[in-house]
């Protein structure tokens, strides 16, 4: 069945079996929006060291203004000495208007930041920390954070977060503030404490001296291997999107608990998504619901990896309509999208900013800005 969908995608009608044609439903390319701005906003072209720049995240810290960071090194995971670079970014100008400043630690890898700004106002970088060992494998050696008091202006020694309720977590995913209460997903390895790999939900009520642990998502959906996860508050619970080591791309609705209530597998009933989707992040325009990240329309050979955006069903947790924001025409683009969206507001429209990075031709990434208007997803 999938394979003969892919096919009507692919293939011209003419070489597509008649019974083919007769039998199956054809499943269309997603459209690209008619509305498009691309620019470089950190380019590894001109660098003779440390020219992988990847992984953006980005905090909102005034009406036109974000914190902007990526990891910068030499490769894609295994590069010593790679640091968290973070820039202040001016959105309506496109100019660096603070930085750079890097964090990193002798010898480890920071491989990827995310930002959380506590109830307080209190922000923090809360960085991926690696190391590599003699077997050239990429270890967690436990989540680090950096704070800062003043909005960015600044920000105080690297620290690590420590072990929590018997578990020490190496990589944090996506934070969600609920009054004075904020909400994480974080991911444990079986090598820390604790001694296993699965993704927890904690909260802090004291922005971050304390955390507390809520669910082992892992093990509350079937005992599945997940890695990076998204959420957004729904209904008194929230919605959570899963990608997993099996290569599929999941949704999920929970309580507060984080107990399910009813889930869906995408990419076993959406022909246009041929596996998990890579760093999937969700969000809302005027209350609809979307999801982005790096998807592949297909499993057949040559296929090459795209940006993606789902607007998506809470209810059913389903598809409703799929947009293809980069590399439509399947060019050789050989890493990327791990996308970061924001909403801004120009003139009369809202723009859908999306922060993403991108390589061609196995060259080191840039990271680019794409801007969209938002009011196509809409429609």
């Given at each position: 069945m999938r394979m003969n969908l892919w096919k009507s995608?692919?293939?011209?009608?003419?070489?597509?079996?008649?019974?083919?044609?007769?039998?199956?439903?054809t499943a269309t390319i997603p459209p690209a929006p008619q509305f498009r701005i691309e620019e470089t906003i950190v380019s590894y072209r001109g660098k003779l060291a440390n020219d992988y720049v990847a992984f953006p995240a980005l905090l909102r810290t005034g009406d036109q203004e974000i914190l902007l960071s990526y990891k910068r090194g030499y490769d894609h995971a295994r590069?010593?000495?790679?640091?968290?670079?973070?820039?202040?970014?001016?959105?309506?100008?496109?100019?660096?208007?603070?930085?750079?400043?890097?964090?990193?630690?002798?010898?480890?890898?920071?491989?990827?930041?995310?930002?959380?700004?506590?109830?307080?106002?209190?922000?923090?970088?809360?960085?991926?920390?690696?190391?590599?060992?003699?077997?050239?494998?990429?270890?967690?050696?436990?989540?680090?954070?950096?704070?800062?008091?003043?909005?960015?202006?600044?920000?105080?020694?690297?620290?690590?977060?420590?072990?929590?309720?018997?578990?020490?977590?190496?990589?944090?995913?996506?934070?969600?503030?609920?009054?004075?209460?904020?909400?994480?997903?974080?991911?444990?390895?079986?090598?820390?404490?604790?001694?296993?790999?699965?993704?927890?939900?904690?909260?802090?009520?004291?922005?971050?001296?304390s955390w507390h642990f809520i669910n082992n998502l892992s093990k509350e959906f079937g005992d599945v291997l997940i890695n990076e996860s998204s959420f957004i508050p729904y209904n008194n619970g929230f919605l959570v999107a899963t990608r997993s080591y099996d290569n599929l791309q999941r949704l999920h609705r929970v309580n507060k608990q984080f107990k399910l209530i009813k889930e869906t597998n995408l990419t076993e009933i959406t022909p246009t998504i041929a596996s998990h989707i890579g760093r999937p992040r969700l969000f809302t325009i005027e209350d609809q619901l979307f999801l982005i990240g790096r998807n592949q329309r297909s499993t057949e050979p040559g296929t090459r990896m795209e940006l993606g955006l789902m607007r998506i069903d809470p209810e059913s947790l389903t598809v409703e309509?799929?947009?293809?924001?980069?590399?439509?025409?399947?060019?050789?683009?050989?890493?990327?999208?791990?996308?970061?969206?924001?909403?801004?507001?120009s003139g009369d429209k809202t723009l859908l900013n999306v922060f993403d990075y991108k390589a061609l031709h196995r060259n080191s990434p840039d990271i680019i800005r794409l801007q969209f208007n938002s009011a196509e997803f809409l429609e």
């Open positions: 995608i692919f293939l011209p009608s003419f070489l597509i079996p008649l019974a083919v044609i007769a039998a199956e439903p590069d010593p000495g790679g640091v968290l670079e973070f820039i202040r970014y001016d959105l309506e100008s496109g100019r660096t208007i603070q930085g750079p400043t890097r964090i990193g630690m002798a010898d480890r890898v920071m491989q990827m930041g995310e930002w959380i700004r506590f109830p307080n106002g209190t922000i923090g970088t809360f960085i991926d920390a690696h190391e590599i060992n003699d077997q050239n494998e990429h270890i967690r050696i436990g989540l680090r954070y950096s704070l800062s008091e003043d909005n960015g202006e600044t920000f105080g020694p690297l620290k690590r977060v420590g072990v929590i309720d018997g578990v020490e977590y190496g990589y944090l995913f996506d934070s969600v503030t609920i009054g004075k209460r904020l909400y994480a997903l974080i991911m444990t390895f079986e090598y820390l404490a604790g001694g296993r790999r699965t993704v927890d939900a904690l909260y802090t009520d004291d922005n971050g001296k309509k799929q947009f293809v924001l980069d590399n439509i025409e399947q060019g050789n683009v050989t890493d990327g999208y791990y996308p970061f969206p924001i909403l801004v507001e």
